[in-house]
């Protein structure tokens, strides 16, 4: 059984076989939201000289704090930041006002993409020197953000944007029964202090709530879609987040360069309506992986407990993530990775050769310490003992760097994955023998060269480790 633990985000590598599968976390975005950042520049072309999103840096501190936001919650999003382009030429737009013009720029950017640097792949984010806040559209005119300098979220404007664009609402929204089409968020008001949220719902202060009551004064409080600033917006509630992939789903071609594989065991329609999209997701993870078309994919498990049959089979490689908490995967075996280990029967005969000769030297290795330790039970002394194990253990170990030498000899003879299993095993034998050094190269060259997930980290670990071996402090 492999059981993830609360936390953000985990990536299961499906190779070949799905009785071969490894779990390990990521901070990489999943499903990743296509963003193209643009700097409207005034007419030296220069970009605002101060405000809250004029630099590089800047900038990336608003999308960083998103995509951490984004993780904390477990949503399967992350933000994918494409490009940072510099727009000259564009100077009448320099002080637009962010909700005033925001219809009118996206006019002009649709009717000359090239000049404005428009793309249909992605979320278009225009930053100016403007004086107000930001402004975004809901669907279906979700294709843009206007973006001045006073944008004051905390911490991150830019994900308040995107949750408009992805059909969320302010909390304080005055627009239906549930005020943003959400009952996990309270009834709200822009000036209201967490006290007054409590009074207007629950008729007490914030302190005579009880705790499953102050939670969801804090939804709301502290939700990115609020305009409560004095303390962190890092919240998402389950609904803003439902509406999110609801949204996605629509706009998939348009925003995500990796599809998610939606799979909900409590999936409410037959399985014949069931597509894998969040909508109509599969009930159960054996029918995502059965439907196929999982390259390029993310599989996104809703928070639970899931089962793969024995023996099933797929030929990608596919990333697996929970959604809205904890999910496990029982499967009938656990491998990180896929090398080829019959390599005495390779193809090319020069691997083939040395490879059954380092097998006879292994074989040697082992035979020359089992004779001895049967030799040494018959020892007439505890020293004669001693000596006949000694002297074995030189003889054996000569016999494994005989092997080690037969495995060199056609590392760079062996192409492929071959030429990775090689490494890999020379790797785990500088190691076992305590030769931190060696096993540090190889296993770092297999981690630089395969495009296995698994390995590429397995490798990386066992670098890491090695290395630690090699700067313990001696006792």
Same mark, same amino acid.
Request: overall charge negative; glycine content about 6%.
């Given at each position: 059984?492999?059981?993830?633990?609360?936390?953000?985000?985990?990536?299961?590598?499906?190779?070949?076989?799905?009785?071969?599968?490894?779990?390990?976390?990521?901070?990489? @975005?999943?499903?990743?939201?296509?963003?193209?950042?643009?700097?409207?520049?005034?007419?030296?072309?220069?970009?605002?000289? /101060?405000?809250?999103?004029?630099?590089?840096? %800047?900038?990336?501190?608003?999308?960083?704090?998103?995509?951490?936001?984004?993780?904390?919650?477990?949503?399967?999003?992350?933000?994918?930041?494409? %490009?940072?382009?510099?727009?000259?030429?564009?100077?009448?737009?320099?002080?637009?006002?962010? !909700?005033?013009?925001?219809?009118?720029?996206?006019?002009?950017?649709?009717?000359?993409?090239?000049?404005?640097? *428009?793309?249909?792949?992605?979320?278009?984010?225009?930053?100016?020197?403007?004086?107000?806040?930001?402004?975004?559209? /809901?669907?279906?005119?979700?294709?843009?953000?206007?973006?001045?300098?006073?944008?004051?979220?905390?911490?991150?404007?830019?994900?308040?944007?995107?949750?408009?664009?992805?059909?969320?609402? +302010?909390?304080?929204?005055?627009?239906?029964?549930?005020?943003?089409? !959400?009952?996990?968020?309270?009834?709200?008001?822009?000036? *209201?202090? =967490?006290?007054?949220?409590?009074?207007?719902? /629950?008729?007490?202060?914030?302190?005579?709530?009880?705790?499953?009551?102050?939670?969801?004064?804090?939804?709301?409080?502290?939700?990115?879609?609020?305009? +409560?600033?004095?303390?962190?917006?890092?919240?998402?509630?389950? !609904?803003?987040?439902?509406?999110?992939?609801?949204?996605?789903?629509?706009?998939? @071609?348009?925003?995500?360069?990796?599809?998610?594989?939606?799979?909900?065991?409590?999936?409410?329609?037959? *399985?014949?309506?069931?597509?894998?999209?969040?909508?109509?997701?599969?009930?159960?993870?054996?029918?995502?992986?059965?439907? &196929?078309?999982?390259?390029?994919?993310?599989?996104?498990?809703?928070?639970?407990?899931?089962?793969?049959?024995?023996?099933?089979?797929?030929?990608?490689?596919?990333?697996?993530?929970?959604?809205? &908490?904890?999910? %496990?995967?029982?499967?009938?075996?656990?491998?990180?990775?896929?090398?080829?280990?019959?390599?005495?029967?390779?193809?090319?005969?020069?691997?083939?050769?040395?490879?059954?000769?380092?097998?006879?030297?292994?074989?040697?290795?082992?035979?020359?310490?089992?004779?001895?330790?049967?030799?040494?039970?018959?020892?007439?002394?505890?020293?004669?003992?001693?000596?006949?194990?000694?002297? @074995?253990?030189?003889?054996?170990?000569?016999?494994?760097?005989?092997?080690?030498?037969?495995?060199?000899?056609?590392?760079?003879?062996?192409?492929?994955?071959?030429?990775?299993?090689?490494?890999? %095993?020379?790797?785990?034998?500088?190691?076992?023998?305590?030769?931190?050094?060696?096993?540090?190269?190889?296993?770092?060259?297999?981690?630089?060269?395969?495009?296995?997930?698994?390995?590429?980290?397995?490798?990386?670990?066992?670098?890491?480790? !090695?290395?630690?071996?090699?700067?313990?402090?001696? =006792?």
């Amino acid at each position: 059984m492999l059981s993830t633990r609360k936390i953000q985000k985990y990536v299961l590598t499906v190779m070949v076989c799905l009785s071969l599968i490894a779990v390990a976390y990521t901070s990489m @975005a999943a499903v990743p939201l296509r963003i193209s950042v643009k700097f409207i520049l005034d007419v030296n072309g220069n970009r605002p000289g /101060f405000g809250n999103l004029n630099t590089d840096a %800047e900038i990336w501190n608003e999308i960083n704090q998103g995509d951490s936001i984004l993780r904390e919650v477990i949503t399967e999003y992350g933000i994918d930041t494409i %490009e940072f382009v510099d727009l000259s030429g564009l100077s009448q737009w320099y002080s637009a006002d962010a !909700c005033g013009q925001l219809g009118n720029l996206r006019n002009a950017a649709i009717a000359s993409p090239a000049t404005y640097h *428009w793309r249909t792949d992605a979320l278009n984010i225009y930053i100016n020197g403007g004086t107000s806040s930001a402004c975004s559209d /809901f669907p279906p005119n979700n294709n843009m953000i206007l973006m001045n300098q006073w944008c004051g979220n905390t911490p991150s404007c830019i994900l308040h944007e995107m949750g408009h664009s992805f059909n969320l609402m +302010h909390t304080h929204e005055p627009c239906c029964t549930n005020q943003d089409e !959400c009952t996990d968020t309270l009834t709200d008001n822009t000036g *209201w202090t =967490k006290d007054q949220i409590a009074q207007n719902n /629950f008729g007490t202060t914030y302190a005579n709530l009880n705790a499953t009551q102050q939670d969801q004064v804090n939804m709301t409080f502290n939700n990115i879609m609020s305009y +409560h600033t004095s303390e962190p917006q890092r919240r998402i509630s389950p !609904c803003q987040m439902d509406r999110m992939s609801s949204q996605g789903d629509t706009d998939r @071609a348009r925003l995500y360069t990796r599809m998610p594989i939606y799979v909900n065991r409590n999936a409410p329609f037959a *399985w014949w309506i069931q597509t894998g999209s969040f909508v109509f997701p599969y009930e159960n993870l054996q029918n995502a992986l059965n439907a &196929g078309g999982l390259s390029n994919g993310v599989i996104v498990l809703q928070q639970g407990s899931f089962n793969v049959n024995v023996g099933a089979t797929i030929n990608t490689n596919v990333e697996l993530i929970t959604r809205s &908490g904890a999910s %496990e995967v029982h499967a009938p075996g656990v491998q990180l990775f896929i090398l080829p280990v019959d390599l005495a029967n390779s193809a090319n005969p020069q691997v083939s050769s040395a490879v059954r000769a380092a097998q006879s030297e292994d074989t040697n290795a082992r035979m020359v310490i089992k004779n001895a330790e049967a030799a040494a039970a018959l020892a007439a002394s505890p020293d004669v003992k001693d000596a006949i194990i000694i002297d @074995a253990k030189k003889v054996s170990l000569q016999h494994q760097n005989n092997a080690m030498t037969h495995l060199q000899s056609v590392e760079n003879v062996a192409t492929g994955d071959e030429r990775l299993a090689i490494q890999l %095993e020379l790797a785990q034998r500088y190691r076992d023998s305590g030769d931190c050094g060696s096993a540090i190269r190889y296993f770092r060259i297999v981690a630089d060269t395969t495009d296995q997930l698994g390995l590429k980290e397995e490798a990386t670990r066992q670098a890491n480790m !090695c290395v630690q071996q090699l700067i313990k402090p001696s =006792k």
